[in-house]
C-alpha cells in the first residue's frame, strides 16, 4: 500500500512538472521576444551573475540602510547613491537640483525609446531615527531595511549585471534614485524628473518586495493640515469662549461617520493631532493633519469636497454653541498624489508578466493599486509599473521593519528581464515599448 501510494506521489509530481513545461513552453511561445533574449549567451550569464551577488547586494542594502535619509534630508545618501553608480561605470553620474540621483546609460537607438528604472532614496523616520541595522529570530531589523533600500540595492545589482557584461539596449535606460516619495515629500523627485525630462517613454519603480505583486494602479491622495483659531481663554474665568479643540473634536467625529466605497478602494484618516497649551486653558489654536485615497481621481475628489463641508459645519457648530463667531479654519493642501492606471494590455504589463513567469517559474503576478513613484507617470500617461527588489518583510514604516533575503535575487533579475523586452536587445529584439508621440 505504501509502495503504490508512493508511486502514486511520484506520477502526481511528474505530470504537475510537465504540466509547469507546457505552461512555461506556451508563455514563451506567445512571446518570442522573451525567448530570444532568454537563449542569449550574455544574458544567460547576467541572470547567473545577478543570483552570485545576492550576498553583495544584500551587504549592500544593509549599507544603504544604516545612511538616515529623513524626509527632505537625502543628501548624505543620495551622495553615497551617485558615488556607486559611478564606481559601476557611470561616470557621469548626477545629482540634479531636486536631489534626485540620475545615471543615463544609452542604447543603440538614438535615444528612444527612453525607459526610467528608479528606487527612492527617502525613509518616513525622522531625523534622530536609529537605523542600526540588528539581526533577531533570523530576520534583519532596521527602519527602512525593505522601504526602499531594497529597491536601491536591487537597481545597483541590475547595473552590475548589464555593465559588466556589456549588455546593449536599443532603448536608453536612465537609472534615478529618487527623493521624497515618501510622507510629505509629495514625490517632488519624480515630479521634478518629468518636469525636467520631457522625453521619458516608460517608467519602472523598484519599490515593495515580492516579484509576483505588480502595482499598475496609481492610488490618489489629498492631504491637508486644518488649522483650527479661536481667542483663547482661561477654562474657569474665561468660560463660554469656542475652544479650538473643541472645533477640531466635532470635526473628527463628523469625519469619522463618512462613508467611502470599497470599489474603487476610497479610504481616509485623521492621522495626527495637536494644539492647546494648557490642561486649565481653552485652547486658541489646534492642528490636525488629514490622509485621502482613492484609486478614482474622481472618487477622490467627492470624498475631498465632503469632509472640506464637514469641517467648516464642525467650525460653525462650535460658534453656535458658545454664541460666537470667533472660530475660524484655515485648510492647507500638504500632499497631492494623482490617480492612473495602466491597461492591463499595455506593453509596459505583459512585459512584468512575462518576465516574473520566467524568473519564478510559474507563478503568475497579481496587480494591485498602490502610492508609489509610478503615480506621476501613470497620470501624465506614461505606461508605468512598481515592481517588487526580493526578498520577504514586514512591518512597514515602523522601526521594527524586517527583512529576510528569500530569493531575493528574484527582484533584480525580473527587472532585467522587463528592461530588456521594453527596451530591445541590440540585435537581437526590438522594444516594446513605444515612443511617446507626445513627447516629440
Known amino acids: 500500500m505504501t509502495l503504490t501510494r508512493s508511486i502514486l506521489a511520484i506520477a502526481l509530481v511528474a505530470l504537475a512538472q510537465h504540466a509547469l513545461v507546457r505552461e512555461v513552453r506556451a508563455q514563451a511561445a506567445s512571446a518570442p521576444d522573451l525567448e530570444a533574449i532568454l537563449a542569449n549567451p550574455k544574458i544567460v550569464k547576467a541572470l547567473d551573475d545577478i543570483k552570485a551577488d545576492d550576498e553583495r547586494a544584500f551587504a549592500e542594502q544593509k549599507r544603504i540602510t544604516e545612511i538616515p535619509a529623513p524626509p527632505f ?12 553608480m559611478q564606481e559601476l561605470g557611470f561616470k557621469d553620474a548626477s545629482i540634479d537640483g531636486e536631489g534626485n540621483v540620475i545615471a543615463l546609460r544609452k542604447g543603440t537607438g538614438g535615444g528612444r525609446p527612453r525607459l526610467v528604472v528608479s528606487a527612492h532614496l527617502d525613509t518616513v523616520f525622522p531625523e534622530g531615527t536609529d537605523v542600526t541595522v540588528k539581526e533577531k529570530d533570523g530576520a534583519i531589523l532596521a527602519p527602512g531595511i525593505g522601504d526602499d533600500s531594497r529597491g536601491l540595492a536591487a537597481m545597483l545589482s541590475l547595473i552590475k549585471a548589464m555593465n559588466e557584461n556589456q549588455i546593449a539596449t536599443i532603448g536608453d535606460i ?56 479661536g481667542p483663547g481663554g482661561h477654562s474657569f474665568a474665561e468660560f463660554g469662549l469656542p475652544s479650538a479643540i473643541h472645533a477640531m473634536g466635532r470635526a473628527i467625529a463628523k469625519i469619522a461617520e463618512l462613508q467611502t466605497p470599497s470599489d474603487p478602494r476610497t479610504t481616509f484618516t485623521v492621522g495626527t493631532v495637536n494644539g492647546g497649551t494648557s490642561v486649565n486653558a481653552i ?81 503568475r503576478p497579481t496587480f494591485a493599486g498602490s502610492s508609489t513613484d509610478s503615480n506621476m507617470a501613470m497620470s501624465l500617461g506614461i505606461p508605468a509599473v512598481t515592481i ?45 515599448l513605444a515612443e511617446r508621440k507626445a513627447a516629440k
Open 283 to 363: 485652547a486658541a489654536e489646534a492642528r490636525m493633519a488629514v490622509d485621502m485615497r482613492s484609486n478614482s481621481t474622481d472618487e477622490l475628489l467627492k470624498l475631498e469636497a465632503r469632509l472640506l463641508e464637514l469641517v467648516k459645519e464642525a467650525v460653525a457648530d462650535e460658534n453656535a454653541r458658545w454664541k460666537s463667531d470667533k472660530m475660524t479654519v484655515e485648510a492647507r493642501l500638504i500632499g497631492d498624489r494623482p490617480a492612473g492606471i495602466v491597461a492591463m494590455d499595455s506593453p509596459i504589463v505583459l512585459a512584468t508578466q512575462r518576465a516574473v513567469s520566467a524568473v519564478t517559474r510559474g507563478p
Open 73 to 84: 534630508k537625502e543628501k548624505v545618501r543620495a551622495e553615497y547613491y551617485q558615488k556607486r
Open 388 to 432: 517588487g527588489g526580493g526578498g520577504e518583510g514586514g512591518n512597514w514604516h515602523s522601526r521594527n521593519e524586517w527583512y529576510k533575503p528569500v530569493n531575493a535575487w528574484y527582484g533584480p533579475q525580473n527587472a532585467l528581464l522587463t528592461v530588456l523586452i521594453l527596451t530591445g536587445l541590440d540585435g537581437v529584439t526590438k522594444p516594446a
Open 174 to 229: 536612465m537609472f534615478v534614485g529618487t527623493v521624497g516619495e515618501e510622507e510629505l515629500g509629495n514625490l517632488r523627485g519624480v515630479k521634478a524628473l518629468f518636469r525636467d525630462h520631457t522625453d521619458i517613454d516608460g517608467f519602472i519603480s523598484i519599490d515593495g518586495l515580492g516579484v509576483t505583486r505588480v502595482v499598475n494602479q496609481a492610488t490618489g491622495s489629498h492631504r491637508y493640515e486644518f488649522t483650527f483659531k
